[in-house]
């Protein structure tokens, strides 16, 4: 059984940082993408970075330069750092894993940007 966790969300100061791990298991991980979306009350959920098993990562450029994907210490396992953050990037934020036409999706964390 696949399973995707999210951790890493919480509440933040406008201008500062958080970083999202996301770790996915029960899969063949062989060629996939890992993706983080986010999706903000009364919004579609959006894309906010995707690497490939290949490590080719692809960032959005509403949030480039200050958004950056990586790979955690294992291949199955996906960071995402969020550098000056807004009040406009709150929002539960997920994770998601795409293997040979199946996609699976993590429960979210909650990111509030707020003074």
């Known amino acids: 059984q696949v399973q995707v966790v999210e951790s890493g969300g919480g509440l933040v100061q406008p201008g500062g940082s958080l970083r999202l791990s996301c770790a996915a298991s029960?899969?063949?991980?062989?060629?996939?993408?890992m993706g983080w979306y986010r999706q903000a009350p009364g919004k579609q959920r959006e894309l906010v970075g995707v690497?490939?098993?290949?490590?080719?990562?692809n960032v959005p450029d509403s949030v480039k330069g200050r958004f950056t994907i990586s790979r955690g210490n294992a291949k199955n396992t996906v960071d995402l750092q969020m550098d000056s953050l807004q009040p406009e990037d709150t929002a539960v934020y997920y994770c998601?894993?795409?293997?040979?036409?199946?996609?699976?999706w993590g429960q979210g964390t909650q990111v509030i940007v707020s003074s």
């Open positions: 998601n894993l795409a293997e040979y036409g199946s996609y699976y």
């Open positions: 029960g899969g063949v991980f062989r060629v996939f993408v």
């Open positions: 690497i490939t098993s290949g490590g080719t990562t």
